[in-house]
């Protein structure tokens, strides 16, 4: 694990700043994907109770041989668990199906300002849970800066992450700023440009992975365009969670400590933001809406 970076949250609580993600992975082939993962040398996996596939996670990481205490394990909240007693249950739902006690990282999955109370109160919970033990961070996901100040007017505890679409053609430098002025961490999702379909979203996007600006800088370093990206994210501060299902993708993706991006190389890739998201706004769009529930164990 050597030279692998750490990153130290407001909390004095550290992750590792490459994760493991499994958004769209099925639940038939997650504990494989996590497993493998595992064995490349990631120790932070984050899934989310809306992926459906957390017990998949749980049994990955136990097929590993690694202990608990060494994997960092980040999952989310989703929308249909808000509200304060919702959300203490969501976490006994989370945890069941992972396999733990104490979960590392606990988010809030989306912003929902359609129905912001409900958030607030499954905030409170996080807070809760936090108190007692029975998770060691807490933060948010898809907030935009006018949610993280709406949040803040009733919360006691600022997030210590959140997790937003972010790769270099949607950089969202507000969103960043607003997160650095709190001492929030910001952790890409998508962080290579790579979401795979969201119904109705980003269909005539262009794939970050043709961009022939990153392509000359891989090829100038002799490392693929994903690894350049990460070093990117890296480099510039913040926890990125790509995904694959792919053994060499993942391995591959695990890859990027080994070199560096000049100045140079990291203003060419902020200069390629197009302010253009793949995924869905959340001021646009109610996900409540969307019919999913997450089962019980």
Known sequence: MSGVPNVTLNNGVTLP???????????????????????????HIDTAAGYQNERGVGEGLR????????????????????????????FEKSATKLGVSVIDMLILHQPMPQHF??????????????????????????????????????ATVVP???????HPYFTQPAVQAADASQGILTQAWSPIGGITFYPGYGEERKSVLDDSTIQAIASKLGKSVAQV??????????SAIPKSTNPSRIAENFAVFDFRLTDGDLARLDSLDQGHRGGPDPDEVDPSKWGLEVPEP
């Open 117 to 154: 109370e409900r958030t607030r109160e499954a905030y409170r919970a996080l807070e809760r849970l936090l108190a007692d033990g029975r998770v060691r961070a807490i933060g948010v996901s898809n907030f935009m800066p006018r949610h993280l100040d709406a949040l803040m007017e009733s």
């Open 63 to 90: 097929r590993s041989g690694l202990t608990r205490e060494e994997v960092f394990l980040e999952t989310k909240v989703w929308v249909s668990d808000y509200g304060y007693d919702e959300t203490l249950h969501a």
């Open 229 to 238: 990206m990460l070093r990117w994210h890296l480099q510039q501060g913040r």
């Open 17 to 43: 700043a490459i994760g493991y993600g499994v958004f769209q992975t099925p639940p038939a082939e997650t504990a494989v994907a996590v497993e493998t993962a595992l064995k490349s040398g990631y120790r």
């Open 160 to 166: 210590a992450v959140n997790q937003v679409e972010l």
